[in-house]
């Protein structure tokens, strides 16, 4: 039991600072009617019912494919498509009312739970709705009339922002409506798309079948930029059908400003979650740009940068830095940033009357080890090492002696260090000296 408690309490100490980052921001979460007719939305309803007690703003949008098919089967109606599109003639059109508002009133009723001793005891999710989607026909495509089949023409930002500033949950399904009273059928991805953008969301998340973008060998793509999605879609290999309908939406949501989009699997219980308060996550992420900024250090960054070293000191693997020392010697240090969330550093000190210089704290999260980012770290500091006109760099180590080896270090002689350092080297310490050239 004390290590279960440890555990819990490290994990829970883990996600703070997504709890304090996320409140008060705008999530757009989208699901199929897919997750309604498995029976898996009281689960779901669970982490919403989280999300909004942690002052999420959120706004729901949900499908409803499975039941409108159900509609048109029971009705004897063909489901037709064109290029993709279902194609919605007036009896369609009923059966999609018919069936987008059966599924509006089970998502409500689960979000309206409150049993004791459940996740939902004491919830007061209160569900707005409304006409918030205004819509306009695809018209003729290739010939072809699509009829009461639609896309987003607008948002009203100010009715949702208004809602979601009572408290409410906003609830959109796959329905629009035009100025002449006309109800048009619309995809989630498009509702869900357009209404990120026009709040400008901090986050849109997508579940779906699969568990995110994967390369070639098969492997989760954790994090793709704009360009990455972009390749990955024109690229010749034959993608899933989630993924080539999920993955343009996010590129194009990224590209109008959403900050970040995620792709994950809503087989996966309490997937949403782990996404979202996890470093990892369990899905993949798209963002306009790479998350790893690697910047100089200032004075502001000395509690995360001892907090980054403490660890390593405790082990005797670094030498202990006090505040004090680290705020007389930020300048020296360089950090590597993830999410804007501190995950490396090193610190640089050039002696350059022997053209050589030191690298030292060198140190990574350990939840980010293996990522090659300590390689990075090393390969930035070496540029500006020679950018200060330094021809070695050198580094003393007791632990870490292969890992440097592998990248291009040499060992060699206490002799060989410059005479200011010779002349601090703790010999109780018996630290190995490595050095390598610089180009």
Not at 62 to 81: F, M, S, T, V
Not at 166 to 185: I, W
Not at 242 to 254: G, M, T
Request: aromatic share 6%.
């Amino acid at each position: 039991m004390p290590f279960q408690s440890t555990e819990f309490v490290n994990w829970f100490r883990s996600v703070a600072p997504y709890i304090n980052a996320f409140r008060g921001k705008t999530f757009v979460i989208a699901f199929g009617g897919e997750v309604v007719a498995d029976g898996k939305f009281v689960e779901l309803t669970h982490d919403f019912n989280l999300l909004a007690a942690l002052g999420i703003r959120l706004v729901l949008v949900h499908g409803a494919r499975p039941q409108i098919e159900q509609h048109l089967a029971k009705n004897k109606l063909e489901d037709a498509y064109h290029h993709g599109v279902r194609m919605t003639d007036a009896e369609t059109m009923q059966c999609v009312k018919e069936a987008v508002g059966r599924v509006r009133v089970e998502i409500e009723a689960l979000l309206s739970m409150g049993l004791a001793n459940s996740p939902m005891a004491n919830a007061d999710i209160r569900v707005a709705g409304g006409n918030f989607i205004t819509a306009q026909p695809l018209g003729v495509i290739n010939g072809v009339d699509l009829m009461h089949t639609g896309s987003v023409r607008k948002v009203d930002v100010a009715a949702l922002n208004d809602r979601m500033e009572f408290g409410e949950v906003v609830l959109l399904s796959p329905l629009g409506y035009s100025p002449t009273g006309e109800v048009f059928n619309l995809t989630l991805e498009d509702v869900a798309t357009a209404t990120a953008i026009a709040l400008d969301a901090d986050k849109l998340v997508f579940l779906m079948d699969t568990d995110g973008v994967q390369d070639k060998k098969g492997s989760l793509l954790k994090e793709l930029t704009i360009s990455q999605a972009q390749a990955i879609l024109s690229g010749k290999r034959k993608l899933p059908d989630d993924i080539s309908l999920f993955l343009p939406c996010a590129v194009r949501a990224c590209e109008a400003g959403v900050a970040r989009t995620h792709l994950v699997s809503r087989h996966v219980d309490g997937a949403v979650l782990q996404e979202l308060f996890s470093d990892d996550g369990i899905g993949t992420m798209v963002v306009e740009s790479t998350l790893n900024t690697l910047r100089a250090a200032t004075i502001e960054d000395v509690g995360g940068i001892l907090q980054l070293l403490r660890p390593l000191e405790e082990e005797g693997i670094l030498v202990r830095r006090s505040r004090e020392l680290l705020e007389r010697e930020i300048s020296r240090f360089e950090l590597l940033e993830h999410d804007h969330r501190i995950i490396g550093c090193a610190a640089l000190y050039p002696f350059p009357n022997e053209a050589s210089a030191e690298l030292a704290c060198l140190a990574v999260d350990s939840q980010y080890r293996d990522h090659g980012y300590g390689e990075a770290i090393l390969n930035h500091m070496s540029e500006l090492a020679s950018s200060q006109g330094m021809k070695k760099l050198f580094v003393l180590t007791t632990r870490t002696a292969h890992w440097f080896i592998e990248r291009g270090f040499k060992e060699a002689d206490v002799n060989q260090l410059p005479k200011e350092k010779k002349a601090l080297y703790n010999y109780q310490r018996r630290s190995k000296v490595f050095v390598k050239n610089l180009k």
